[in-house]
C-alpha cells in the first residue's frame, strides 16, 4: 500500500475522508502536517510521521495527554493509527506567537509575558518518572553536533575540553528540582488561543522531545530564538512573569539563562549546519542571528570559562 493509500484510509476510518486536504508547514524533521477541512467547516490537523523514516509518535501523544492533564493547550488526539504513523489532532489554529507579535509589534510584550505564565504553570507539575534528565553531562554531550557538522576542523581535543568546561559549569548552578521541559518552548510553537482562559491561552506544538530540566531551559528557548528577532522588552515581559509566577531570584536565573543558552545554542549551529548540509540551505540564513544571542551570552560572568573555552569557534560566514 502507498503512503498516499494508507493516509486516505486512516481518514476514512476517522470520519473525515471527503476532507480537503492542504499542506502546513512542518519543522526540522521529517513529519509531515496536514490540514484538513471538510464540507462543514471543522477542521484538524493530520501528522504524517512515516515509521519508514524513523518517526514515532508515541512520545508526541504521551506528552500531549500530560499537557492536556495539567489544563494546558496541548492538540486533542482524535485518532491515531501508530503502526502506519498517522496521528489526527486538534486544529488550534494559525495564530502563531511569531505571526501575532510580527503582525502587532505593540502586542508582542504581553504575549511573550502570557508564554512565561505558561510555562510557570507548566512547572508547577512533576514531569512523569520515566522522562530523561537532563543533567549537566549530557546537555554538554548534546552540542556534538557543532564539532561535527559547523567546526569539523577543530580538534577531538577541543571539543572534550569544551564539553567539560560546560558539564562544570552547568553542575555549578544552585540544585534545582527537575521540571517538564519541553525543548522547543518558541514562537513559532506557541498558538494564541485568547478565547481560552489563563495559561491555557497559548496553544503548545513540538513537544515530542521533552526532558526533565532545568527550570531556565525553556526560558532560554523562548527568549534566545533562533528564527525571529525578540525585542528586549518581550524578552523581559516574558522573564518578569515567569519570575513573579514562580517566585525565583532573578539574578540566579539570568546566570542559568544565560549558560542554558549558550548550551543551546552550540547544539542549534551544529543542527542548523547539519541541515543545510543535507540540502534545507534555509537554515544557513538562521545562523548569524544564533552567532549574536551565543557570544551576548558568553558574555555573562557565569559563562566565563565557556567562552575562554570557544574562543577559536568561527563565526558562521555571513556573520564573519
Known amino acids: 500500500m502507498t503512503r498516499e493509500a494508507a493516509r486516505a484510509a486512516v481518514l476514512h476510518a476517522a470520519g473525515w475522508g471527503d476532507a480537503a486536504v492542504t499542506p502546513l508547514a512542518g519543522d526540522a524533521s521529517a513529519r509531515r502536517y496536514l490540514r484538513l477541512t471538510r464540507v462543514d467547516g471543522a477542521r484538524a490537523v493530520l501528522m504524517d510521521a512515516d515509521p519508514a523514516t524513523g518517526e514515532d509518535m508515541r512520545p508526541f501523544r504521551r506528552v500531549a495527554a500530560f499537557l492536556r492533564g495539567a489544563g494546558l493547550s496541548a492538540p486533542e488526539v482524535y485518532a491515531a493509527d501508530d503502526a502506519a504513523g498517522f496521528l489526527l489532532l486538534e486544529d488550534l489554529g494559525d495564530a502563531l506567537v511569531a505571526r501575532e507579535a510580527t503582525a502587532r509589534p505593540g502586542a508582542e510584550p504581553a504575549l511573550y509575558a502570557a508564554a512565561g505564565e505558561t510555562l510557570a504553570a507548566l512547572q508547577r507539575h ?62 513559532e510553537n ?76 552550540l547544539r542549534i549551529l551544529g543542527i542548523f549546519a547539519r541541515l543545510a548540509g543535507a540540502g534545507k540551505p534555509r537554515y544557513l540564513a538562521l545562523m548569524p542571528r544564533v552567532w549574536r544571542q551565543l557570544r551576548a551570552d558568553l558574555a555573562h560572568p557565569a559563562a566565563a570559562g565557556v567562552a575562554r573555552a570557544l574562543a577559536e569557534l568561527p563565526a558562521p560566514r555571513s556573520a564573519a
Open 126 to 187: 512533576a514531569p512523569p518518572a520515566d522522562w530523561p534528565l537532563a543533567t549537566p553531562e549530557r546537555l554538554a554531550q548534546a552540542v556534538a553536533p557543532l564539532f561535527t557538522h559547523y567546526a569539523p576542523h577543530l580538534a577531538p581535543a577541543h571539543r572534550d575540553a569544551t564539553e567539560a568546561v560546560l558539564r562544570d559549569a552547568l553542575g555549578a548552578l544552585p540544585a534545582e528540582a527537575p521540571v517538564p521541559v519541553l525543548r522547543d518552548f518558541h514562537a
Open 190 to 265: 506557541l498558538v494564541w488561543l485568547p478565547e481560552r482562559a489563563g495559561p491555557a491561552r497559548l496553544g503548545l506544538l513540538d513537544f515530542q522531545d521533552a526532558v526533565a530540566g532545568h527550570p531556565a531551559y525553556d526560558l532560554a528557548s523562548l527568549t534566545r530564538d533562533a528564527r525571529r528577532d525578540v525585542s528586549a522588552e518581550a524578552a523581559e515581559a516574558a522573564l518578569a512573569a515567569w519570575l513573579a509566577a514562580t517566585g525565583r531570584a532573578r539574578a540566579e536565573t539570568e546566570a542559568a539563562l544565560a549558560l542554558l543558552a549558550v548550551q543551546r545554542n
